[in-house]
């Protein structure tokens, strides 16, 4: 069997739905799937590009890490590609989407496409200029309509299965999250990552790993460590990876005085530096309310990092009691005393630590694998 899959984003583009699409392509050569995908060009080359076609675009006002591909190549090419295919899966909601839908019609294939991104929590925070209940309606008008368009929706979890349903989506949801390479989340060398970096091997770290964009709720960790700061003077939150709000947490962390008591990593490579980076830090802190399911929370879990989040939305299916993590009330001073408490705990750390291995294990990319072979056929 042979898949097209069609994005509007994927590597060098650092984000979940690359990495969702880099794990489908790996595991489901197992379950003897072929992968073929339809991407921009980012004008950077990448390892292993023989099983990707990239069309040029350009950059996307606002959001200079984004590409809009070219409408004429991208269609010749969806069409090209999908003539050798027995199956179209669409994974990002723009051009991408459009283009798929025209020529599965065209040639009678079947459409599927895995639902990532809530973007009615999205809209606000890049059109800022326009009302808020407008664009959340808007947003809600343009899923369902997209989502009316396929044979079968994937959702990454529960919440977003709810969602759907609330918009009135009339074709079949599947519940089926993305795994994770769990080989590649073992283990790593955190005495060494400390060193690097210059950080005391007994500083206590929280660490953040994501894009750095507005949506991720990144300063809602800046009120929280304010508030444990008081409490445990040493923490240290380590923020890795880029996005288009990190000048304005710079600022705000200035204004909290939290100088001392940050670090901006930058983009750390996944099979390389991350592992390590996870196994540097004492917990992972993790505030955003519009993720799709939170795979970051898994890797995490996976180094035997105890979790600190709130439960909203796609990330309640991974933070459940006795799982490795602890979900504080939507407010910092709540989140700061989960922090203190977990910081002043070695034995809860140890706990927790144990109880998340085992939990990311039910996430294993070899067994969801399966399951989406078996939606597939």
Known sequence: MRILMISDVYFPRINGVSSAINTYRRTLLSEGIEVRLIAPDYGQTTTDENWIVRVPGRSVPRDPEDRIMRWKPLLAAVEKEARQADMIHVQTPFLA???????????????????????????????PFLPASWLKHLARKISKKQCDDMHKIIVPSRAIDQRLREYGVSRPLEILPTGIPLAQFNNGNGKDFREKHGI?????????VGRVAHEKNIGFLLQSL?????????????????????????REAENLQLEENIKFLGYLDRAIDLPHCYAAAN??????RTETQGLVLLEAMAMGLPVIALSSM??????????????????????????????????LQSSLSHEARTHAH????????????????
């Open 226 to 250: 304010a508030h444990a700061r008081e409490h445990v003077p040493e923490i240290l939150l380590l923020i890795t990876g880029q996005g288009p709000a990190e000048a304005h947490l710079r």
């Open 200 to 208: 005391h091997p007994e500083r206590p770290i929280a660490l953040f």
């Open 283 to 288: 917990a992972f802190v993790f505030a955003s």
């Open 97 to 127: 989407h459009y283009a798929a839908v025209r020529v599965a019609k065209k040639l009678g294939l079947p459409l599927v496409s895995t639902y990532h991104t809530l973007f009615e929590e999205y809209f606000q925070h890049y059109l």
């Open 314 to 347: 796609g990330t309640t299916d991974i933070l459940e009691a006795g799982r490795g993590a602890i979900t504080p009330e939507d407010d910092p001073a709540d989140f700061a005393r989960a922090m203190i408490r977990l910081f002043s705990d070695p034995e």
């Open 362 to 377: 039910q996430w294993d990319e070899a067994v969801l694998a399966k399951r989406l072979a078996k939606v597939y056929r």
